[in-house]
């Protein structure tokens, strides 16, 4: 069965920390993964995405991800938080016609 | 761009009144719609997928007579919850696939109905 684990609830760093949130899959075929962001309010918006190639994915607002197939995880990283990245993170594994979303890890940053 | 709205962003009615819930894009034209169900500290699940001028495809579980969608047009789809029941309270978030965007999904901002 095609599923996302992310096995944090809730992280609190402080700012200027790094921070690295995990994600599990388990997908039948070659997965496409991403990331989502979602703010209070606001819609879920697309922080990286992985298809193909270059297992490092580079995203919006200095977050990266690495896709390791023998681990099956694709963990968001970011070297240095800022409190502007307080905010609930998705990851989610599929094709743009379905994706399957993990239950959501909430960041919160402590000055 | 791709930015999508939805409306209301938030309501509430009373047990067995139906509720309309507008999603539309902005800014491309919207060939799929998706409609996406959020309980508290859960996942979005995905209730069904909509292609303009089709029926909607409904996941497992989602009933098709309580969860009316319409995609009319390339810029707007709707979900109409009929006879509202205090189980149907969630958080619901449509998103939207088109025009140059064939390979991602842009959301909006949710809304989140009450029915008491």
């Known amino acids: 069965a095609q599923s996302v684990t992310q096995p944090d609830i809730h992280i609190t760093v402080s700012e200027g920390a790094s921070l690295e949130l995990r994600c599990n899959y388990s997908?039948?075929?070659?997965?496409?993964l991403f990331w989502y962001v979602q703010s209070p309010g606001q819609g879920l918006q697309l922080l990286l995405k992985?298809?193909?190639?270059?297992?490092l994915v580079q995203g919006i607002k200095g977050f990266e991800a690495e896709f390791k197939r023998s681990q099956s995880s694709f963990n968001l990283r970011k070297p240095s938080v800022h409190w502007s990245d307080a905010a609930e993170y998705f990851c989610a594994v599929g094709a743009s016609d379905k994706l399957i979303f993990g239950t959501g890890t909430r960041l919160q940053v402590f000055p | 761009g791709a930015v999508v709205s939805q409306h209301p962003s938030w309501v509430i009615c009373k047990s067995g009144t139906s509720v309309k819930i507008e999603c539309r894009s902005l800014d491309f034209q919207a060939t799929t719609m998706f409609w996406y169900r959020q309980f508290p500290k859960q996942s979005l699940m995905l209730m069904a997928t909509?292609?303009?001028?089709?029926?909607?495809?409904?996941e497992q579980g989602v009933e098709k007579d309580k969860f009316l969608i319409n995609h009319a047009s390339l810029t707007l789809s709707t979900l109409t919850v009929t006879s509202a029941h205090p189980e149907d309270s969630s958080f619901y978030i449509c998103?939207?696939?088109?025009?140059?965007?064939?390979?991602?999904?842009?959301f909006g901002p949710g809304t989140r109905l009450t029915v008491l």
């Open positions: 998103s939207a696939r088109g025009g140059g965007h064939s390979d991602e999904q842009f």
């Open positions: 909509s292609n303009e001028g089709s029926k909607a495809t409904y």
């Open positions: 997908y039948g075929a070659t997965p496409y």
């Open positions: 992985y298809f193909s190639g270059d297992t």
